[in-house]
Nanobody
């Protein structure tokens, strides 16, 4: 089983900053990538930022230049630094871990956290 633990959400004023943390733990061979996705009410879940084990990252268009994903010092942890927050960034933010569950697996499986609420007031 792969456990995904998120933290760091909250309420912030427009223009402010927050940092989200995500840590993977449990039984798996290796993590291929970790990323953040968000879902606002009435909207589909969308990519915010993703970082691979090879340090390749990609961002959603709406957050480029404002958000930064980085690897933590602890094994299989990532941070999402969110600056210049806007009311439209309000959503539940989910961490996704792409991990090879067992030796011999060729494709990673996706494991999701429970989500953390980020609310940006005008």
């Amino acid at each position: 089983q792969v456990n995904v633990a998120e933290s760091g959400g909250g309420l912030v004023q427009s223009g402010g900053s927050l940092r989200l943390s995500c840590a993977a733990s449990g039984s798996y061979v290796t993590v291929h990538a970790m990323g953040w996705y968000r879902q606002a009410p009435g909207k589909q879940r969308e990519l915010v930022a993703r970082l691979t084990a090879g340090f390749t990252n990609n961002y959603g268009d709406s957050v480029k230049g404002r958000f930064t994903i980085s690897r933590g010092n602890a094994k299989d942890t990532v941070y999402l630094q969110m600056n210049s927050l806007k009311p439209e960034d309000t959503a539940v933010y989910y961490c996704k871990v792409e991990a090879l569950r067992r030796l011999g697996d060729y494709h990673p499986s996706d494991y999701w956290g429970q989500g953390t609420q980020v609310t940006v007031s005008p």
